[in-house]
Structure formats: C-alpha cells, structure tokens
C-alpha cells in the first residue's frame, strides 16, 4: 500500500479510504483516480483479511470437510464456491482429517476470519459441537445434524440405500452385504436402516453377518471386504463410491467375476464409477446442489435471516452401469423402474 500511495503521490491513509471504498471523508475525483491507477499499474490487491479486521466483515466463508480427495466432498465445494462467488464471498477451504477433531474450526474462526462456517463431517462428534458452539460465527453443516446446531443441510441417505438394495432385490439377489460407513455416524446408521427396510419389504431376513464397517476410504472397503470373502454373498451395496472401488479389487483378486459371481452398487456418482472396471452402478445424489444450499442458506444467516433445516434431499435414479447383474441362477424380475443406461 505504501508503494501506491508513493506512485499516487498521497498519504497512505488516503490510498486505504480510496481501496475500501470508505466515503466517510470526501476525496477528489481527480486523487481517486491517481490511486485507482498506481494500483492498477502496481497490480495491487488489498488483503482481504487484513481489511476485515479493521471492517469486521472478511467476506469470507470457511468450509470444513474431512477429505479433499474424496469426489462427493469436490462436488459440494464446487456447488458452495458458485454460490459465493454470486454473492461476493470468498471460501476459505479446511481439512478436517478423522481423529483430529477442533483443529480446523478453531483455525477458521479465529480472529474474524471468516464470517461464517460451512461444516461436513463424518463423526457424531460431541467435541466438534461444543467448538461450533463456542466458534461464535453462524454455521450451517452439510450432510450432518448435530442437536443444537442448525441449520443443516442433509442427504436422505435411508431412501437412497433402500433404492440401491431393491435394485439388486429386483435382480433376484438375496444373499446382500454391506459396506457400511463408520459405525455410530448419522449418514452410516440411515442407510443401513435402508437396507433393513429394502430386505423386510421383500421378505429377506437381516443377517448381521452380511454387515461390514468401510469407513469412508479405498482401504476401508478393501479391509471390509476381505472380512466378508467367507460369506454367502451374490451382491454387495457400498454405502461409498470409494469404498466399492475398494472392494471391487478385493473380490477381483479373490477370482471373483463381477457381475457374473457379485454384484455391486454404491451410492454417490462420479467419473470415478465409470473408471472402475466393470463400470459401477450407483444411485446418484445431489451433492452439488446440497452444497448450492448450504451456502445459500449462510449467506441468508449473514444478512440476518435465521434459516431453518431444509428437508432430506432425496436420491436420482439409478446409474446403471455394468458392475450389476441377475444373481447366479436367477432370472432378473425386470422390476427396475427409475434405472437407466449409461
């Protein structure tokens, strides 16, 4: 700023009044665009935060997710910095791994930072909502709820399983596993209660053995699938795009042909499924635009207007790919309403 207001031949003060564009005080036309132009040659940005501590508003949002390398948390970035940019906001992107609670909230609110936080993660976490509580800036957390932070933005996760486990019903399979999410968290427990309920409505008895904890990584799938190799399986439902990759490659090494000896189905959609060999089938959910809402609804909060929880968003129809198939001795019942080819 000092170098401007040398070229410009003002006051440092003067060349801060003229960037923020505070009218407090009157300046000439003719000093305005002295400044206006040595900042334009001097390719001078003013510093976005410094300027909100002096404004109390950084028009910056923060955004908290637990992986970066996970394709659903991208797309709800990417629906969250289209809505800011519309509205003038700059977001501030954090990394909140698995078992390193506190660190990125804290990090985000400090000293005014940001003016709001957008929060997704995977963990009923209790240590996480006494720091939401005490961050003292409006929040809005996606694809979770905690009681007594709100508002939230969430997937019905219990349609969208139930969805893909009649799907592979339809398909006369039976004998279902799951890769469940991490046991305990809010998105894990709705979509086994899909599961459940897609095994009752056809008559299929629960068979808790047909149940195993993936997490949310390639690795977690890959390790809760060699627990299952043992079992009596024609199909298995991924609660995760990643973890099915992962257990798509334990079960090929294992011998078996997908989708002749088991099928496979995830939920969430991305290029990533159509990488995997066979393509996967999915049942698509709108991350992008849960992302569009979490950020509209905090920048509504901003400008005063307290925001309720929207309702679950629900599930689009299946993708369905090549990684799904009638179980080995079965005809396929046909019953596939909503799916589609791609």
């Known amino acids: 700023m000092g170098d401007v207001a040398t070229l410009a031949q003002v006051d440092v003060s003067t060349v801060s009044r003229i960037l923020r564009g505070d009218e407090s005080q009157r300046v000439r036309d003719d000093t305005k665009k002295r400044v206006l132009d040595a900042a334009a040659r001097l390719k001078y940005r003013p510093n976005a935060l410094a300027r909100g501590l002096r404004t109390s508003k950084s028009s910056t949002i923060g955004l908290v997710v637990p992986q970066l390398e996970n394709p659903v948390f991208s797309a709800m970035i990417y629906g969250a910095e ?5 509205n003038g906001y700059s977001l501030i992107i954090s990394h909140r791994e698995l078992g390193r609670a ?13 003016d709001g936080l957008l929060v997704a993660s995977f963990e009923d976490d209790t240590k996480l909502k006494a720091e939401l509580l005490e961050a003292d800036v409006p929040v809005v957390l996606m694809n ?24 592979l ?10 890769l469940s999410g991490r046991a305990g968290g809010m998105n894990a427990r709705q979509r086994i209660e899909g599961y459940k309920e897609a095994l009752a409505e056809a008559g299929i008895e629960f068979d808790p053995a047909l149940v195993s904890e993936a997490g949310y990584t390639v690795e977690g799938g890959k390790e809760a699938m060699r627990r299952l190799l043992d079992q009596d399986m024609t199909a298995v439902f991924a609660a995760t795009l990643v973890s099915a990759g992962g257990a798509m490659k334990v079960l090929q090494g294992a011998g078996k042909r997908i989708p002749e000896d088991v099928s496979v189905i995830s939920l969430h959609d991305d290029v990533f499924a159509e990488l995997l ?11 992008v635009e849960l992302g569009r809402i979490a950020a509209t609804l ?24 090549k990684s799904t198939g009638p179980a080995s001795g079965a005809l396929s019942s046909g019953k596939m309403a909503g799916a589609r080819t791609t």
């Open 102 to 114: 506190g660190k990125s909230v804290s990090h985000l609110s400090q000293m005014n930072r940001v």
């Open 277 to 287: 060999t066979p393509e996967l089938t999915t049942v698509p959910m709108p991350t």
């Open 169 to 178: 019903i339809a398909l006369g399979h039976r004998r279902i596993a799951h």
């Open 298 to 321: 905090l920048i509504r909060r901003l400008s005063g207007d307290e925001q309720a929880d929207v309702a679950p968003l629900p599930p689009g129809d299946i993708k369905l790919r």
């Open 82 to 86: 289209e809505v800011c940019a519309q």
């Open 144 to 167: 979770k709820s905690l009681d007594g932070v709100s508002p939230s933005v969430i997937f019905d996760g219990c349609a969208a399983a139930k969805s893909a486990v009649q799907h």
